[in-house]
């Protein structure tokens, strides 16, 4: 009897993985030579290198130090690294063997040209709502770049994760494809928004949390999440912003990394804004809608300027108090600075009551900048802040829970200084 239940266990394992490996297989399609960049019309190609940007392709698919393109880029995830491959044009360890429409399949399916199922590192739940026009002018751009020989970096994805079938089964589970569809109760410019966030720039992906499998929880879209050290906030109606993210706040942001008064674009971020700045303002003025939308601007209507008042009243909050340890360090290291008058906020001095970071619920993004301070490539060209990594852990962590304290009406931050610690030990995260 026991026998007959084993070999009956067997043959449903069996035929369970037969269906499987049915499920999962995808045929590869033939490699082509790689066409002469005359074979692209121009104008095709310009509109596939303004998607590229703001699609960051190349922040993602370019090592640092590297060539543009040629992949070897780390993404650190809980299963493992997983390194960028080379999307330029070479022949042997690139796409330029890749006809037009295994291009479409791996961006609308995730799936390669040798039938391999991609990890979801690459975010084709995002691209697979592209239209059909875009990723040929996507296409178009990758392939009349510079051939670069690269071959691809192994994985550090540990087995059995790195069984490239098993990605079918995350996509039954996870990954819908199809492309965009909008809502016909929306604007023509919301859903311009939409497709952009959605889609080519695939927002959620930083600003969504994920799962144990790695999945975007779709319920908790936007909702803010951990991303490389950092700190990706809600882009929902749960922004803890003193000020919500309005439309003109949005574009300002988006169009220069510089906010009236949510602060300056660095750490992850940076790159998004540069790679955003090259859409045409319809575009960057569609996302602010969608995301103003999102964060709920309707119904917040009328506490922006109470908030605003609120900071300038505590903007000198501190100055002269010598003896308060944490305000005579907070006075001599950011006080001459961030102070604004009593009459408006200066965003070049900018207003940390209103900072984004000192209002979310998770410090780190703070102590980013404290140790590590803006760079001229974030922001204002030209305009950084100096970087207090020779503060002391303790040091850093009295100035977090002194603007903590009394900048904002939340409660305070735990264990700062053992956070202090983990944040300076990962270092600025990937950029």
């Known amino acids: 009897m ?101 291009f479409r399949r791996a961006m609308h399916e995730g799936v390669a040209r040798d039938g391999s199922h991609l990890f979801p590192a690459f975010p084709f739940d995002h691209f697979t709502k592209l239209s059909d026009a875009d990723i040929s002018a996507l296409y178009a751009f990758f392939m009349t770049r510079k051939p670069v020989v690269a071959p691809a970096r ?55 949390p994920r799962n144990m499998l790695g999945a ?19 882009l929902n109606a749960g922004n803890p912003s003193p000020v919500p993210w309005d439309r003109d706040e949005l574009i300002a942001y988006l169009q220069s990394g510089v906010s009236h008064y949510h602060g300056t674009a660095v750490g992850p971020m940076a790159p998004v804004v540069r790679g955003l700045q090259r859409l045409p303002g319809s575009d960057i003025n569609a996302l602010a809608v969608y995301f103003s939308d999102r964060d709920g601007i309707e119904q917040r209507q009328g506490i922006a300027a109470p908030a605003v008042q609120q900071a300038l009243a505590t903007s000198s909050v501190g100055s002269g108090l010598t003896y ?12 001459s600075c961030h102070y604004n008058g009593a009459d408006a906020v200066n965003p070049l001095r900018p207003e940390l009551a209103l900072n984004s970071a000192v209002s979310l619920g998770d ?34 962590a009295r100035i977090a829970a002194y603007l903590r304290a009394t900048r904002t009406r939340k409660g305070p931050w735990l264990d700062l200084e053992r956070k202090v610690a983990q944040v300076r030990a990962h270092g600025p995260g990937q950029e």
């Open 324 to 335: 308060d340890p944490a305000a005579r360090l907070y006075t001599a290291a950011c006080a």
């Open 216 to 234: 975007e929880r779709r319920p908790l879209v936007y909702a803010g999440a951990l991303i490389d050290n950092w700190v990706a906030p809600p």
């Open 154 to 208: 192994d994985n550090g994805v540990p087995f059995p994760l790195n069984i490239r079938a098993l990605q079918a089964g995350w996509k039954l589970l996870f990954f819908k494809p199809g492309r965009f569809q909008p809502q016909a109760a929306k604007s023509a410019e919301w859903n311009r928004g939409a497709y952009l966030a959605e889609g080519l720039s695939h927002c959620g992906a930083c600003h969504t």
């Open 2 to 102: 026991l026998k007959r239940i084993l070999i009956g266990i067997a043959a449903v394992l069996a035929v369970g993985l037969v269906g499987f490996g049915i499920f999962a297989w995808r045929s590869a399609i033939a490699p082509i030579q790689p066409p002469p960049a005359s074979a692209f019309a121009p104008e095709l190609v310009a509109r596939g290198e303004i998607l590229a940007s703001a699609g960051y392709c190349a922040t993602c698919h370019t090592a640092k130090g590297g060539q543009a393109y040629a992949g070897g880029y780390p993404m650190e995830t809980p299963f493992g690294t997983i390194y960028s491959t080379n999307i330029t044009p070479d022949p042997e360890t690139g796409i330029g063997a890749w006809p037009e429409a295994a």
């Open 363 to 396: 410090p780190t993004n703070l102590i980013q900048v404290i140790l590590h301070g803006v760079g001229a490539d974030d922001g204002v060209p030209g305009v950084v802040m100096p970087a207090f990594s020779r503060f002391s852990d303790a040091d850093i």
